[in-house]
């Protein structure tokens, strides 16, 4: 899942002067807002992450992503395309259980590591935002397996996801909110998938030009029983909180992670920078 919460959109506020929003880093919560027609965000950075938990192969450890990518370009004044992922991952054995996917494991010491999964996205702004009316979009996104299962942090499965997304400006105050639905391939019974519902909330507070405190819920509550919900598709949850700070283009943030299930982790932090620029001219 990828990588975008605003005060104005970076964008849209620095290269063309008009107020917007578009969802940045640290935060994963997606805005309706779209960065503008014929721009391209380029987002790097790193994530760290204590004791998570695999539940297919069975391990838990200490994970490193570094960097993490993302690709976002602005097809028209309503949409964009966006393409993440991450070229390395490292994760450190700290404990291995029996788990369904166990037996694929091919790891030699104490650690582990290999690519991450890639997702392809594509959000639409269906209705601008106005005094009085909240903006709305939605998001389609679909994860490729990218990830090895004999690292142990893959899974092997395509995934798809479709969210609505709203959100609204209050004085300094941006709001936004997504709720959707996961459809997870099973690793273990190639011929079935999961589902999940996914929702999320986040706040982005500007303190002062260029710098803004911001704050996230981001969960899924598997819509299976518990008997028969299959591996990857289990209740996930995190809380981000963060800071983020603007110089014409560019934008540094860096944030704390800390897992609300026993499968997240008990604690991470992430960093990274962004990057706008007029890349394209759309007809």
Same mark, same amino acid.
């Given at each position: 899942?990828?990588?975008?919460?605003?005060?104005?959109?970076?964008?849209?506020?620095?290269?063309?002067?008009?107020?917007?929003?578009?969802?940045?880093?640290?935060?994963?919560?997606?805005?309706?807002?779209?960065?503008?027609?014929?721009?391209?965000? $380029?987002?790097?950075?790193?994530?760290?992450?204590? +004791?998570?938990?695999?539940?297919?192969?069975?391990?838990?450890?200490?994970?490193?992503?570094?960097?993490?990518?993302?690709?976002?370009?602005?097809?028209?004044?309503?949409? +964009?395309? /966006?393409?993440?992922?991450?070229?390395?991952?490292?994760? !450190?054995? !700290?404990?291995? /259980?029996?788990?369904?996917?166990?037996?694929?494991?091919?790891?030699?010491?104490?650690?582990?590591?290999?690519?991450e999964d890639l997702t392809v996205g594509t959000k639409i702004r269906l209705v601008p935002e106005a005094?009085?009316?909240?903006?709305?979009?939605?998001?389609?996104?679909?994860?490729?397996?990218?990830?090895?299962? +004999? !690292?142990?942090?893959?899974?092997?499965?395509?995934d798809f996801f479709a969210s609505l997304l709203i959100g609204k400006t209050v004085q300094s105050i941006?709001?936004?909110? !997504?709720?959707?639905?996961? $459809?997870?391939?099973?690793?273990?019974?190639?011929?079935?998938?999961? /589902?999940?519902?996914?929702?999320?909330?986040?706040?982005?507070?500007?303190?002062?030009?260029?710098?803004?405190?911001?704050?996230?819920?981001?969960?899924?509550?598997?819509?299976?029983?518990? +008997?028969?919900?299959?591996?990857?598709?289990?209740?996930?949850?995190?809380?981000?909180?963060?800071?983020?700070?603007?110089?014409?283009?560019?934008?540094?943030?860096?944030?704390?992670?800390?897992?609300?299930?026993?499968?997240?982790?008990?604690?991470?932090?992430?960093?990274?920078?962004?990057?706008?620029?007029?890349?394209?001219?759309?007809?």
């Amino acid at each position: 899942m990828k990588t975008r919460v605003p005060f104005l959109a970076l964008a849209t506020l620095l290269l063309s002067g008009v107020a917007a929003s578009a969802q940045q880093r640290p935060l994963v919560t997606e805005d309706p807002e779209t960065i503008g027609a014929g721009l391209i965000l $380029i987002e790097a950075g790193f994530d760290s992450q204590r +004791e998570i938990f695999f539940p297919g192969s069975g391990i838990t450890g200490d994970l490193l992503r570094m960097p993490t990518l993302g690709v976002s370009f602005g097809v028209g004044s309503i949409a +964009e395309i /966006q393409v993440d992922g991450g070229i390395f991952n490292r994760l !450190n054995v !700290n404990e291995r /259980q029996p788990a369904p996917l166990a037996y694929r494991l091919d790891i030699t010491g104490d650690s582990t590591s290999g690519l991450e999964d890639l997702t392809v996205g594509t959000k639409i702004r269906l209705v601008p935002e106005a005094p009085g009316r909240a903006a709305v979009g939605v998001r389609f996104a679909t994860k490729l397996p990218f990830a090895s299962s +004999e !690292n142990g942090v893959g899974l092997g499965t395509t995934d798809f996801f479709a969210s609505l997304l709203i959100g609204k400006t209050v004085q300094s105050i941006r709001i936004v909110g !997504n709720g959707g639905i996961g $459809i997870l391939g099973d690793p273990v019974n190639g011929d079935k998938t999961g /589902q999940v519902l996914t929702y999320g909330v986040s706040v982005a507070r500007a303190v002062q030009q260029g710098l803004e405190v911001v704050g996230e819920l981001d969960a899924r509550w598997s819509m299976e029983d518990d +008997e028969n919900t299959p591996v990857g598709s289990e209740n996930r949850g995190a809380v981000r909180f963060g800071g983020r700070f603007t110089k014409a283009t560019v934008r540094i943030d860096g944030g704390v992670i800390i897992g609300l299930s026993s499968r997240d982790p008990s604690f991470g932090f992430t960093g990274g920078v962004t990057w706008v620029f007029r890349g394209f001219k759309v007809p």
